[in-house]
T-cell receptor, first 113, second 115 residues
Framework: DTAVSQTPKYLVTQMGNDKSIKCEQN?????MYWYKQDSKKFLKIMFS???????INETVPNRFSPKSPDKAHLNLHINSLELGDSAVYFC????????????FGSGTRLTVV | QKEVEQNSGPLSVPEGAIASLNCTYS??????FFWYRQYSGKSPELIMF????GDKEDGRFTAQLNKASQYVSLLIRDSQPSDSATYLC???????????????FGQGTILTVHP
């Protein structure tokens, strides 16, 4: 049983399209995150939710909109995709804000053509 | 100045040697420090964390922290080819303020252990 699961694993789409990535954790954790890893392997935080409440919203274009229907799920919707959005997107969860260490999902490789 | 700096490498060591991975951070408010390992095409996995000055050992891994120098390192003893991966350093601020305990990652050091 995968602790943090993301779907889809791969996503290839054209510029201008809208797409969503889903994340679910079965660890009972309170806090979830979206991170973006670019081609240089740099992992940068995008959003964080704690008990369904948005607590971190880094400088991300407003084409990106997270949604957390409950504390086990965190989805990412991206409007009007651009070439520069191509990256690997990781979901992660943490027992709490001060929990020791994230558990990452397997990642979604997004390619915009 | 970058928030978290790591030598991107690649760092190449022979099998059985000690690999030393270094990380410096800029925010003195950082309270705990995490090391993640990421194999190519995989997600990061936590291997060590440390929050007190000094050394912390776990098997072949030793994390070292010096808050006064804003420096954290990871030593891997008896390096194996299976240790070949990218190692990410991630300091964390406290849960208060606007950081909400988020991890800020360095760009990672690529380690190659050759037989």
């Amino acid at each position: 049983d995968t602790a943090v699961s993301q779907t889809p694993k791969y996503l290839v789409t054209q510029m201008g399209n809208d797409k969503s990535i889903k994340c679910e954790q079965n660890l009972g954790h309170d806090t979830m995150y979206w991170y973006k890893q670019d081609s240089k392997k740099f992992l940068k935080i995008m959003f964080s939710y704690n008990n369904k409440e948005l607590i971190i919203n880094e400088t991300v274009p407003n084409r990106f909109s997270p949604k957390s229907p409950d504390k086990a799920h965190l989805n990412l919707h991206i409007n009007s995709l651009e070439l520069g959005d191509s990256a690997v997107y990781f979901c992660a969860s943490n027992p709490s804000l001060t929990g020791f260490g994230y558990t990452f999902g397997s990642g979604t490789r997004l390619t915009v053509v | 100045q970058k928030e978290v700096e790591q030598n991107s490498g690649p760092l190449s060591v022979p099998e059985g040697a000690i690999a030393s991975l270094n990380c410096t951070y800029s925010d003195r408010g950082s309270q705990s420090f995490f090391w993640y390992r990421q194999y190519s095409g995989k997600s990061p996995e936590l291997i060590m964390f440390i929050y007190s000055n000094g050394d912390k050992e776990d098997g072949r891994f030793t994390a070292q922290l010096n808050k006064a120098s804003q420096y954290v390192s990871l030593l891997i003893r008896d390096s194996q080819p299976s240790d070949s991966a990218t190692y990410l350093c991630a300091p964390r601020l406290g849960a208060g303020g606007t950081s909400y305990g988020k991890l800020t990652f360095g760009q990672g050091t690529i380690l190659t252990v050759h037989p």
